[in-house]
């Protein structure tokens, strides 16, 4: 063998980092990890800071993540928060896996939820250790229970398998997307004679948290961070630096109000109530199509105000079926509305619903008429 070939074998394997992490819990209103990264893939390799004032589940925090730039989300959601903040959990499988343990055995008289729901959807024994964990996570700032948070969150419930061994989630057979309402879920299990089975909860977290290859991740860069406030406010962009370079986001579509009752038992082991919270109040108006574009115009004023004369916005944004709504009418119309003069640079398709990976396609089987084509955005500041 000669000393070139020798060298070459000794060179350590670059290692791709795992993606598992950005879906360590489903939330319906996501885009693919895809269009961050294609928008970064663009642009200049230097150190970028990176805003997502609707980061949802953290896409666009973890894509900034992966290609080792800082990144910073906003979001009013809890679910959204609790599931974004565990994109940038840099932690061990030994630290969440110490972590649970220690909730489980130290956590005493926990209240357990009643009713037809619970006992149907739950096996008292599964029902029981989930409560131990939501009251040991609540409150509980650390990397391990940022993370550990999340694959709660995306073992609460969802689909069967033929085998108990093989179960991945808590609960008895449900959508893992969104939280069915009781009623309706009662009266499936009931009509399908489906009863709740034990599950290990250790096992399952450990199997989860197996998928997501943490050693695999780079650290993040600098502060990096995602702040629970109201994207329309100055206040809520408190912690973030002066200037940002960059925008990547997908706001809510005119007409999607109900993303904490469609998310009610992930709100519950976050430390809501047991039951849906209707009437949920919307940092965006949803009266009419020109009320939403002037409240989604506040958010691009205080995005205004901290990108940099050189920066870039980019923006997914479409509609839902149910509302006739034109989404380029109402896009352009919120940036019109802001106080910033705003130029659109391009406007692509986004890709189509056939590919399975835009927002609509992730409304699971409430929605059945076609879905209205998305669009990308690149904006500048004029």
Excluded at 138 to 155: F, M, T, V
């Amino acid at each position: 063998m000669t000393d070139d070939k020798k060298e070459h074998l000794d060179r350590p394997t670059a290692v791709e980092p795992s993606t598992a992490l950005n879906a360590v819990c489903p939330y319906y209103t996501m885009f693919p990890l895809e269009f961050p990264l294609s928008v970064l893939a663009k642009l200049s390799k230097k150190l970028l800071r990176i805003l997502d004032p609707f980061c949802g589940r953290g896409t666009t925090v973890f894509a900034a993540r992966l290609k080792g730039h800082q990144a910073f989300g906003i979001d009013c959601s809890p679910i959204a928060i609790a599931i974004a903040r565990a994109k940038l959990a840099q932690t061990t499988d030994t630290d969440v896996l110490a972590l649970t343990k220690k909730l489980l055995q130290e956590q005493t008289n926990v209240t357990v939820p009643e009713g037809a729901f619970w006992e149907w959807a739950y096996d008292p024994s599964t029902l029981q250790k989930v409560c131990m964990l939501r009251k040991g996570l609540q409150g509980l700032r650390s990397r391990a229970a940022d993370l550990l948070r999340a694959i709660c969150l995306g073992a609460l419930h969802g689909p069967l398998t033929l085998s108990v061994e093989t179960r991945s989630y808590f609960s008895n057979q449900m959508p893992r997307t969104f939280a069915s309402k009781p009623d309706y879920s009662v009266r499936y299990w009931q009509k399908h004679a489906l009863r709740p089975v034990g599950v290990d909860v250790l096992t399952i977290i450990k199997s989860r948290l197996a998928r997501l290859k943490l050693d695999t991740l780079p650290k993040c860069r600098g502060t990096s961070k995602v702040l629970a406030a109201d994207s329309r406010l100055a206040r809520g962009y408190y912690g973030i630096p002066a200037t940002i370079d960059l925008v990547i986001t997908s706001p809510p579509y005119y007409g999607m109000r109900t993303y904490i009752a469609d998310q009610w038992l992930r709100n519950w082991f976050l430390g809501g109530p047991p039951t849906v919270p209707y009437g949920e109040r919307n940092p965006l108006s949803h009266e009419s199509p020109n009320a939403f574009a002037a409240s989604l115009a506040q958010v691009w004023d205080r995005v205004g105000d901290r990108l940099a004369p050189s920066g870039r916005m980019f923006v997914r944004f479409g509609a839902i079926p149910s509302r006739k709504q034109d989404p380029r009418e109402i896009m352009e119309a919120s940036l019109g509305h802001s106080d910033f003069s705003w130029k659109i640079r391009q406007v692509l398709p986004a890709e189509s619903a056939a590919s399975g990976k835009r927002q609509a396609c992730h409304m699971g089987g409430r929605i059945n008429s076609t879905a209205i084509e998305e669009y990308d955005y690149e904006i500048s500041l004029g």
